[in-house]
């Protein structure tokens, strides 16, 4: 069963600190994977977009990895604002037009 | 280029009323999808449609329903509501099916029942 799992469920930090957050996913073969930022009420908003062929993408401060051998991938934040507190949720879409498959989310939480 | 557009943005209706969600995509996107999002709960995904048409489904009852118009707008409904349809609905819209390329959010319709 195609599957994507993040981890951890939540996390605090400070202001300016690093943090990174990890996907695990089942999905084989996907076409992409994708990380998303989601404000609490609003709807999510894309950050990184990666084919199965790629192994790093950056985003300003957010720069995702993909590692397709251990079907891992994980977000790392750089000098974290206030404005990073949010959901980020990790998203695989398998080959072939079947379902997206959207991971639970990792509620960051950033404090001065 | 105008980004995907949700109306009604807040919604307030009680038990057993029903209720209509729109959706307007990105011009050019053929694809929209729905999804359902309850607080601490993940997107779970109600349905898609392609060209006017359903392509996949979610695990949602018959009281959800939807429809895409041939100028790809869509709409969602949902009958008979029950308390735990409060929600907040997403729609995203894709050039392709199935999420393949990259999908565009809209802010969402926050539903209230009472």
């Known amino acids: 069963k195609n599957q994507v799992e993040q981890s951890p469920q939540s996390l605090i930090i400070l202001e300016g600190k690093n943090c990174t957050l990890q996907?695990?996913?089942?999905?084989?073969?996907?076409?992409?994977l994708r990380w998303y930022k989601q404000d609490t009420g609003r709807g999510p908003v894309s950050l990184t977009i990666?084919?199965?062929?790629?192994n790093t993408k950056s985003n300003g401060r957010y720069t995702a990895t993909l590692d397709a051998d251990t079907k891992q991938s994980s977000l790392h934040i750089t000098a974290s604002q206030l404005s990073d507190s949010a959901s980020y949720i990790c998203v695989v879409s398998p080959t072939g037009g079947f379902k997206t498959i959207f991971g639970a989310g990792t509620r960051l939480f950033v404090k001065a | 280029k105008a980004g995907v557009t949700q109306t009604p943005r807040y919604l307030i209706k009680t038990r057993g009323q029903q209720v209509t969600l729109s959706c307007s995509p990105i011009?050019?996107?053929?694809?929209v999808s729905w999804y359902q999002q309850t607080p601490g709960q993940g997107l779970q995904f109600l349905f898609e449609?392609?060209?006017?048409?359903?392509?996949n489904k979610g695990n949602f009852p018959g009281r959800f329903s939807g429809r895409q118009f041939s100028n790809s707008r869509s709409e969602m409904n949902v009958s008979t509501l029950e308390l735990g349809d409060s929600a907040l609905y997403l729609c995203?819209?894709?050039?392709?099916?199935?999420?393949?390329?990259?999908?565009?959010f809209g802010p969402g319709t926050r539903l209230t029942v009472l």
């Open positions: 996907c695990n996913y089942t999905v084989s073969p996907f076409s992409n």
């Open positions: 449609y392609f060209s006017e048409t359903q392509r």
């Open positions: 011009s050019g996107h053929r694809s």
């Open positions: 990666m084919t199965f062929s790629e």
């Open positions: 995203a819209s894709s050039l392709a099916r199935g999420g393949g390329l990259e999908q565009f």
